[in-house]
């Protein structure tokens, strides 16, 4: 593995073009901002994220407005997990509350089903001509029963004769 001594002193260098001359604007742009930084620490920190090193391995870089950020953004997180978790324990009892509605909907058009199957299908004919099928005759294969004699009253066939007459 390769040694290096104590402090190693590397170069960067800007090479005269639109693009290496614009970052480097930016480049004093910012650190005229921070004036605590300096452009090694600059230079580290686009290393620390170029080579996607989480913050917790990296060497003392936290300052106390890190450390407020970074909690602020932890409460916000518990808060959404929250939120979510009341969301969907809502939309799971919804789902629930429909399962069973649809459960008792179906075991209901079964009854049907079954309550329509054990029916018997009787049909009666009436005879309107010569060829129609009579009384008591197979109409698609079901047994027609001969209509229920009606008995006559004496009382209302003497007072049938009056209203004829009337």
């Not at 407005?65 to 409460?75: K, M, W």
């Not at 969301?87 to 649809?102: D, G, P, Y």
């Not at 004919?125 to 009606?150: I, K, M, R």
Request: hydrophobic content about 40%.
């Amino acid at each position: 593995m390769f040694q290096w001594s104590k402090k190693v002193v590397k170069s960067v260098t800007f090479n005269p073009g639109v693009a290496d001359e614009s970052l480097l604007a930016l480049v004093e742009s910012y650190l005229e901002k921070q004036v605590d930084k300096t452009f090694s620490d600059l230079c580290k920190e686009a290393l620390w994220q170029s080579l996607c090193v989480p913050e917790s391995v990296k060497p003392g870089t936290q300052t106390p407005s890190t450390t407020a950020v970074e909690q602020e953004i932890g409460r916000l997180q518990h808060q959404l997990a929250d939120l979510e978790e009341r969301f969907f324990a809502k939309e799971s009892h919804r789902l629930e509350s429909m399962e069973s509605q649809i459960l008792h909907l179906t075991q209901q058009v079964a009854h049907l089903a079954i309550m329509v199957a054990e029916r018997p299908v009787i049909q009666y004919a009436a005879p309107a001509s010569a060829s129609a099928a009579s009384v008591g005759e197979v109409v698609n294969n079901t047994y027609v029963p001969p209509p229920p004699p009606q008995e006559v009253d004496p009382v209302i066939s003497r007072l049938s004769q009056f209203l004829d007459d009337f």
